[in-house]
């Protein structure tokens, strides 16, 4: 009988393996991972190599699930990384799909965490207002923002910022998008299945949806 195959999820900027606490794939393995904190100046590319190096093993069978930056990192983790698929939620997968108001923030002064408590403290206030999470959701992204490291949030703001990949990705994927995204906008987005009224945050608020969707797909 054939083991399982393993699926690495990989978090969005600021969360962590709790992310995915309401993820359930029957037919396969779920290995939530957590971020590495990353060096001075260093590129998402820089840094996949690093953290695929740390977080996962090489195998002749591996999927990633990404979220948000997760997503990106997937993408460039496929890069280098033999990837039977890659599943993207939420996110980019080339810097064309970028939004362009992301553009100024590779302009915040380095040295400051002054955005990153900034971003931190908006996202709490906001949530309510832009995501339809129940307070359970509500209060788990609070707690993971506020557990989060200062210095890998302000590095991934301007990590996403200056991420330069152009190509179309070879590695086959499926795509899940939310079409009430309001951090990387549905109309930026190419070739990808819409979830109706999915917000940024629908790994959670959705994850009976999406387990069944790529639940479906594993099987294919």
């Known amino acids: 009988m054939s083991s399982l195959p ?17 993820l359930e794939l029957p037919n396969a393995k779920i290995v ?20 695929a190096e740390e977080k996962i093993p090489v195998e002749e069978s591996t999927y990633l699930l990404g979220v948000s930056l997760g997503g990106i990192m997937s993408v460039e983790i496929a890069r280098f ?3 039977k698929k890659l599943y993207l939620i939420s996110t980019l997968k080339n810097s064309s799909e970028r939004p362009k108001y992301m553009a100024w ?18 996202s709490i206030a906001l949530k309510p ?16 923002v506020k557990s989060a490291s200062i210095d890998f949030i302000n590095w991934g703001i301007r990590a996403i910022a200056r991420w330069s990949f152009e190509d179309e990705v070879t590695t086959p994927y499926l795509h899940l998008h939310g079409t009430e995204d309001l951090v990387f906008p549905i109309k930026n987005i190419d070739h990808a299945v819409t979830i109706k009224g ?13 387990s069944k969707l790529i639940e479906q797909d594993l099987k294919l």
């Open 6 to 22: 393993t699926v690495y999820c990989i978090p969005g900027l600021g969360l962590d393996h709790r992310l995915f606490e309401l």
């Open 32 to 51: 939530a991972l957590d971020w590495i904190e990353p060096l001075e100046e260093e590129t998402i590319a820089d840094y996949a190599k690093r953290f």
């Open 81 to 83: 990384r033999n990837i």
């Open 129 to 144: 207002f832009y995501d339809k999470a129940s307070q359970a959701g509500n209060e788990l992204f609070h707690k993971m």
């Open 105 to 122: 923030l590779d302009k915040l002064p380095n040295q400051s965490k002054n955005a990153a408590r900034f971003a931190i403290e908006a």
């Open 198 to 210: 999915g917000t940024h945050f629908m790994i959670h608020n959705d994850a009976a949806k999406i």
